[in-house]
């Protein structure tokens, strides 16, 4: 009995000690699960602490970064009757600051020993969709719809896309700039532009192309773009559409509120593969009584786009032809010759080395086939120029 007692005795202490180390076995499960749990609510809240500090990390960036960049150049010509053939042209400075990708400013400051220092460009800029511009050279690059108020390179034709010299190939302009609409248009106002892939159209209001002439007056034009195959996905700065055909107007107003001239251009713009080719028609009538129309045909071959050379080659024609129907004096001799054109009809060849990307020499050769004597008569005219430019970016 006493025996059957003590097994009796011995098997509870067995089944108790055994019940307690699985208890104590569950419990030690039950604090590594509650020790994962808070290691991993832990984690989730350095993850969330993280992403704040980036969050205010971006805003101080957006709010302190400004982009600087800029160019200048150093050329000389064979111009006779010149001083020196050496000439420095111009140093530009373009900055850019934005906010969260939606306000941005920008501004281009020229420094040119003939002109002196202005302000070449300078804008405040919304976008509605989309992200920063450029200060100088092409808008339409990606999706988006913005809103500008300052000075800005007028978007008439497509040679305003090449003002800068690090963009345009050739040293010289097309006679569509720089006899025709007497250099680049650049104006202050206010303009709206719209870039939906395929289709582009710009909408402004100027002080005035004349402004300088009659203190006073404004300007209205618009430009529209279509770009049917053109690439939504690209990244490229200096991306030019395989095919852009372009229709611009402007009309302009003197401070009187009549009619002072009116402009319009259509231009066409195409590069695929290592081709390019660009052309642009202006005719430009003023009330006043003076008629200008001309045009460019300019077409290359880019040998860096099939990694061959950094070279770029160019040839370009264009003319330029002026109707002069103001009879400026009562001399018969003056009234005889109003009403005639003066012409001018040009050919170019041009290279542009790319040094390292950010120095480009250019070499450029141009001959006047065609020139009528009141351009002959002046002094600088010479049928055959060369020219050599060395252009430094930064």
């Not at 989730?44 to 969050?55: D, G, M």
């Not at 064979?78 to 042209?89: L, V």
């Not at 809103?147 to 569509?176: E, H, M």
Request: contains cysteine; charged residues 25%.
């Amino acid at each position: 009995m006493v025996n059957r007692i003590f097994r009796v005795m011995v098997c509870l202490s067995l089944i108790c000690n055994l019940a307690a180390v699985v208890f104590a076995e569950k419990t030690e499960e039950q604090r590594l699960k509650e020790l994962e749990m808070r290691i991993d609510l832990l984690n989730a809240k350095i993850e969330l602490l993280e992403n704040q500090l980036y969050e205010v990390d971006e805003r101080v960036h957006n709010l302190t970064e400004l982009k600087i960049s800029g160019f200048f150049d150093v050329s000389f010509s064979n111009y006779k009757n010149q001083p020196n053939i050496f000439k420095m042209g111009i140093f530009e400075l373009d900055v850019e600051h934005s906010y969260e990708n939606k306000f941005q400013v920008a501004a281009a400051l020229v420094f040119d020993d003939e002109e002196g220092t202005y302000l070449g460009v300078g804008f405040i800029d919304y976008a509605f969709i989309g992200g920063p511009v450029p200060p100088r050279g092409r808008l339409f690059i990606e999706r988006g719809f913005h809103i500008q108020v300052g000075r800005f390179d007028v978007p008439l034709g497509n040679d305003w896309n090449y003002v800068s010299a690090v963009k345009r190939y050739t040293v010289t302009p097309p006679l569509t700039t720089s006899q025709l609409m007497e250099g680049n248009y650049n104006d202050a106002g206010l303009r709206l532009f719209l870039n939906l892939v395929s289709f582009n159209y710009s909408i402004y209001s100027t002080q005035g192309i004349e402004q300088k002439y009659t203190y006073g007056g404004i300007s209205y034009g618009t430009r529209i773009g279509l770009t049917p195959f053109a690439n939504p996905y690209t990244v490229k700065t200096d991306y030019v559409p395989s095919f852009e055909l372009g229709i611009s107007y402007l009309y302009d107003l003197d401070n009187d509120g009549e009619k002072s001239e009116e402009v319009s251009a259509l231009d066409y713009e195409s590069k695929v593969g290592a081709f390019l080719l660009r052309s642009e028609y202006f005719k430009r009538e003023k009330v006043a009584g003076v008629i200008f129309d001309g045009y460019h045909v300019t077409t290359g071959f880019d040998f860096e786009e099939i990694d061959w050379i950094p070279m770029v080659f160019i040839l370009r024609y264009d003319t330029h032809k002026e109707e002069n129907n103001v009879i400026a004096s009562y001399d018969e001799e003056a009234s005889d010759r109003s009403g005639e054109a003066d012409v001018l009809a040009r050919a170019t060849t041009a290279i542009r080395f790319n040094i390292s990307n950010t120095s480009f020499l250019k070499l450029e050769y141009h001959k006047y086939l065609e020139a009528s004597e009141r351009y002959k008569s002046d002094s600088l005219f010479s049928e055959e120029l060369y020219y050599v430019q060395l252009v430094i970016t930064f």
